[in-house]
């Protein structure tokens, strides 16, 4: 059953980093020093086929990318407010998270061409997190 | 028959390890016991991931996901205690048949810790836990879409389009009395129909029924003496990716399914695509049969919707695909590939109810989860 509350994460050793850093409002990511490219979500080496490598280092990435992809929720989880806007957008060091896209009056197909900038937006649900929302650049 | 004697040291064990230790870890997830166990394996064998091309283990394409890998033969039995024997057993087929070359079977489990197991959506710790849940996705009308903007984007998909995918299958569905949903409908009713999740309206969407199906499978000297005529496995293709859908390759193709599942059934049959007389594309979504037919090669990226606007895969059609009226209008219980088999099976036998003259081959194609995993299979009667 879907629960009627938000979802909240919880961290685990590897993604702590990550999780700490958004309490701070840091976009905390990891960075292959192979090759040399970010990537998400966090883990102790690279997730590129050909790569692989655990040379790897966590970076503060800047927090702009590009919307790669997204719905327009309109029958979602019972707990948010639809229309909501689901996304996945890349990161401008590399790597694609999911996340919401915030700060539209009404979101619309037309106000939301894939390709578009965005830039994150830190939204403190508690004292334990902080997610990562995203609005047009 | 076949005689498992003939697999007699055919294949080995290669590398073999734990984790670093063993006994109270509360500093490891379990995924990060999966992984550190693959690596001092594949250390120990002298191989890196890229050398490995099949994967066992009960967790699935959550291992795979987590490794970054993309094999072309998995087992994700899940029986208990014993899986993992039997995962070596599969593997041992697997490898004499040519499926794979390399298989990596990873067992990690943090039971007394409890850091980082449980399944999406319960386990707030998994990745799905940690980077999906928290933005409201809500299941597969949610998941299994998110990718269609970006290739709406890259190649003009359009509403209209995939809309002619639900008026298409729904042209099957009223030739088929068993079928759920058989009056006729027009793109503009699919239009019309309320928004689930842009771009998707509830025509887009795959029925939620109850039902079942079963194949009984033997080899092929035994195959004549049954009373219905053989159908046969010509070719098989499988593999996993992802399980969360910020984690797949490339929004804009069904990236397996072009690079391995396609490929394989085809080179395993003998067969090319114009070989292909009839289709079952798992629709759970109305986008879902433009990324197969894009995938499998019989367009081109991006001329999915086009071909399909055209109603190529209607009654009368070139290719004619989900015949039964598909997951959208004939039924759909949660995990709906067994009755695309069936539907193959019953066109190949000369039984459907909306039979296409001249069957002789049906490529069956299938996701798991939102493009997470895939499988195709090719079946003929001669």
């Known amino acids: 059953m879907v629960s009627m509350q938000k979802p909240l994460p919880e961290p685990t ?7 700490d850093g958004m309490k701070r ?5 990891q960075r292959c020093n192979d090759c040399n490219q970010g990537y998400f979500y966090p883990r102790p080496f690279c997730p590129r086929p050909g790569c692989h490598s655990r040379n790897v280092a966590w970076i503060t990435a800047s927090g702009k990318g590009t919307l790669a992809s997204y719905v327009i929720a309109h029958r979602g989880h019972p707990a948010f407010e639809a229309p909501y806007v689901i996304a996945l957008v890349d990161l401008q060091e590399g790597g694609r998270m999911m996340t919401n896209i915030v700060g539209l009056d009404e979101p619309t197909p037309e106000a939301l061409p894939v390709g578009a900038p965005v830039e994150i937006v830190f939204e403190d649900i508690n004292d334990q997190v902080t997610l990562p929302k995203f609005r047009l650049a | 028959m076949f005689d498992s004697r003939e697999l007699r040291h055919k294949v080995a064990i290669v590398g073999a390890a734990e984790t670093n230790e063993v006994g109270v870890l509360p500093n490891h997830s ?6 550190e166990a693959a690596f001092n394996a594949l250390d120990d064998a002298g191989l890196t991931l890229d050398d490995i091309d099949g994967y066992a283990g009960v967790a699935g394409a959550g291992m795979t996901e987590y490794l970054g890998i993309m094999p072309r033969w998995v087992d994700g039995t899940s029986v208990g205690g014993c899986s993992f024997l039997i995962h070596v057993s599969h593997a041992v087929a697997a490898i004499a048949a040519g499926y794979c ?15 980082g197991t449980g399944g999406f959506p319960g386990g707030r710790q998994t990745p799905g836990g940690q980077f999906e849940a928290p ?10 879409s998110v990718p269609i903007a970006a290739h709406m984007a890259k190649y003009g998909t359009t509403e209209e389009h995939l809309a002619a995918v639900s008026v298409a299958t729904r042209q099957w569905a009223e030739r088929n009395p068993r079928a759920m949903m058989r009056d006729p409908i027009t793109v503009e009713d699919v239009l019309n129909s309320r928004l689930i999740a842009w771009p998707l309206h509830l025509l887009n969407c795959c029925l939620v029924t109850d039902g079942g199906g079963a194949l009984i499978l033997t080899s092929e000297d035994r195959a004549k003496d049954f009373p219905k005529k053989p159908v046969y496995v010509l070719g098989r293709g499988e593999s996993t990716m992802h399980q969360n859908i910020s984690s797949m390759a490339d929004l804009t193709e069904w990236t397996a399914a072009a690079k391995v599942t396609g490929p394989d059934a085809l080179r395993m049959a003998g067969l090319g695509l114009e070989d292909i007389n009839h289709a079952m594309f798992y629709d759970a979504f109305s986008h879902t049969p433009i990324y197969a037919l894009e995938a499998l090669g019989f367009v081109k990226p991006g001329e999915g919707g086009p071909w399909f606007a055209e109603m190529n895969s209607a009654p009368g059609g070139t290719l004619p695909i989900n015949t039964n009226g598909g997951g959208l209008s004939y039924t759909h219980t949660g995990m709906y590939g067994m009755f695309a088999i069936q539907e193959a099976v019953r066109q190949l036998r000369g039984e459907a109810a909306a039979q296409v003259d001249g069957v002789k081959t049906s490529l069956v ?3 798991g989860g939102w493009f997470s995993a895939t499988a195709t299979l090719i079946l003929g009667n001669e």
């Open chain 2, 365 to 367: 194609h299938a996701p």
């Open chain 2, 101 to 115: 070359s390399t298989v990596l079977i990873t067992h990690g489990e943090s039971g007394r810790s409890r850091v």
């Open chain 1, 25 to 29: 409002h840091e976009l905390r990511i």
């Open chain 2, 135 to 144: 933005f409201g996705v809500a299941g597969p009308p949610t998941m299994f």
């Open chain 2, 30 to 35: 379990q995924l990060q016991l999966h992984a």
């Open chain 1, 13 to 19: 050793p590897e993604t702590q980093e990550y999780w």
